[in-house]
């Protein structure tokens, strides 16, 4: 039972171009929620989708910033106009929501990091 | 989400027991008390989770004091590959984000 997959596990962009994340979930999962984690800093909550739906995205920055969970494929993290500041480790999870309470833990993918030159 | 309050490093020797407490004196009747760990600069990794009854798996014991408001999670036998950043997370309802602190940062020593 494969875990949940990140792709590409590091990506280098130079300022000004975009970069696009990866995370396909656990079998049979479908939330998704994506964290970054600047780095010596702890993970921050950025959005959270589940299929076709974005359900929290508090935790997005307002521009250039988005994410999309289609009905077929992977969720996307996208980045446009990539800044230094963006440079960090991204970290996707995925849970069932089918447990009910709060009995729902998430599974964390191996993150990608993205250098920002 | 009530906020988790954690010493922010421990050093445990090899072998033995690492007690790693958590303070949640906010914790509201219907919100879990989550243990995940991060090793290095991994994914982080669920370990456990809790009402208010004490918990046991594999990897740990979740100790949940009878009002609630602190837990201590146990790794029987702490072995090198245990030194990670430790976090206590308290949760309502599914579906929702984990809200990460700063953890502890625990070192195995040899």
């Known amino acids: 039972n494969a875990g949940v997959m990140q792709n590409p596990r590091h990506l280098v962009r130079r300022r000004g171009q975009e970069a696009r994340l990866r995370c396909s979930p656990m079998?049979?999962?479908?939330?998704v929620y994506w964290y970054r984690q600047l780095p010596e800093e702890g993970l921050k909550f950025m959005v959270y989708?589940?299929?076709?739906?974005?359900?929290?995205e508090s935790g997005m920055p307002k521009e250039r910033f988005s994410a999309e969970f289609p009905k077929e494929g992977p969720s996307i993290l996208r980045i446009q106009q990539v800044v230094r500041g963006d440079s960090a480790a991204y970290f996707c999870?995925?849970?069932?929501?089918?447990?009910?309470?709060?009995?729902?833990?998430?599974?964390f993918g191996p993150g990608t990091r993205l250098t920002v030159l | 989400d009530a906020k988790t309050t954690q010493p922010p490093s421990m050093d445990c020797a090899e072998g033995r027991a690492a007690n790693l407490p958590c303070n949640h004196s906010?914790?509201?009747?219907?919100?879990?008390v989550y243990w995940y760990r991060q090793i290095h600069s991994q994914g982080p990794q669920y370990i456990i989770h809790?009402?208010?009854n004490n918990e046991t798996n594999e990897m740990a014991s979740l100790i949940i004091t009878e009002d609630r408001k602190s837990s201590t999670l146990i790794l029987p036998h702490a072995t090198l590959r245990d030194t990670a950043v430790y976090y206590c997370?308290?949760?309502?309802?599914?579906?929702?984000?984990?809200?990460f602190g700063p953890g502890t940062r625990l070192s195995v020593l040899p």
């Open positions: 999870a995925s849970s069932s929501g089918t447990s009910g309470g709060a009995m729902d833990e998430q599974f």
């Open positions: 079998k049979g999962h479908s939330h």
């Open positions: 989708l589940q299929k076709e739906n974005i359900i929290d």
């Open positions: 906010t914790i509201s009747g219907n919100e879990y």
């Open positions: 809790g009402l208010k």
């Open positions: 997370i308290v949760r309502r309802n599914y579906g929702q984000n984990f809200v």
